[in-house]
């Protein structure tokens, strides 16, 4: 049963880049695929982990006792913990495409990779033409 949900899931995730039907002709363009794939299975996860993680909060929040109580606590704790990982995947795979390719990144709109000429390394938006 759990490997059916994985399959599915994994099936779900890749539908979008096997409809767009271009087989990657280089190393980059096969490394952008796997980031964008990687990206937007981390989407999947942070949502979903925030989904159980607010759920599990809201129908044990009632049930703090002394002897429960702390266990609970933990199992809060934790869980802020999971959360703050499965976000940081996201600056390790920023990490990654930056050491290996030198700031490049994957335009998925038009499949182009563009080089980041941007100073500002974490690229914050700029608002009033700065």
């Not at 087989?23 to 996860?45: G, K, Q, Y």
């Not at 909060?57 to 703090?64: A, H, P």
Request: cysteine-free; overall charge neutral; proline content about 4%.
């Amino acid at each position: 049963m759990a490997l059916s949900r994985f399959a599915l899931a994994l099936v779900l995730l890749a539908a979008p880049t096997v409809a767009s039907a271009a087989a990657p002709r280089t190393f980059l363009d096969l490394s952008n695929v796997v980031v964008v794939i990687l990206n937007n299975a981390t989407a999947v996860l942070v949502v979903a982990g925030i989904v159980v993680y607010f759920y599990g909060v809201s129908t044990n929040i009632l049930n703090f006792s002394d002897e429960a109580g702390e266990k609970l606590k933990a199992y809060f704790f934790w869980g802020i913990i999971v959360l703050f990982v499965m976000v940081s995947i996201w600056g390790i795979l920023r990490l990654l495409q930056n050491t290996i390719f030198g700031g490049s990144s994957a335009n998925p709109t038009t499949g182009s990779s563009v080089q980041n000429t941007s100073s500002d390394p974490f690229n914050a938006p700029r608002f009033g033409g700065e």
